[in-house]
């Protein structure tokens, strides 16, 4: 059974960091493409960033690129999201995902048939 568990969110100062770790379990990481989607109150989900299962590329929607880092450790079947110089609008419930999705719909999250529970990530100072 396809497993996957969010932790590490938490409340941070506008600047501050977090990391965020997906632990999967029922698949190996490697296999499967790994994303971060995100959901702020009355917004819609966002996708934010994903590592290919292909070829381990990794990929940042445009708002946090320079400030957020994808990274997978197949070993421990975890996936990694650490997030640096963060904002209040960063502010969301985020979710680890993971598929086969195409190119063209890796933020979406419809292209994900497995996801976490989520993880609450606030900005505020």
């Known amino acids: 059974q396809v497993r996957l568990v969010e932790s590490g969110g938490g409340s941070v100062e506008p600047g501050g960091s977090l990391r965020l770790s997906c632990a999967a379990s029922g698949f190996s990481v490697e296999y499967y493409s790994i994303g971060w989607i995100r959901q702020a109150p009355g917004k819609e989900r966002e996708g934010v960033s994903c590592?290919?299962?292909?070829?381990?590329?990794?990929n940042y929607v445009d708002s946090v690129k320079g400030r957020f880092t994808i990274s997978r450790d197949h070993s421990k079947k975890m996936v990694y999201l650490q997030m640096n110089s963060l904002k209040p609008e960063d502010t969301a419930v985020y979710y680890c995902?993971?598929?086969?999705?195409?190119?063209?719909?890796?933020?979406?999250?419809?292209?994900?048939?497995?996801w976490g529970q989520g993880t609450q990530v606030t900005v505020s100072s």
């Open positions: 995902v993971a598929g086969h999705p195409d190119n063209s719909v890796i933020y979406k999250g419809s292209a994900y048939p497995y």
């Open positions: 590592i290919s299962s292909s070829d381990s590329s990794t």
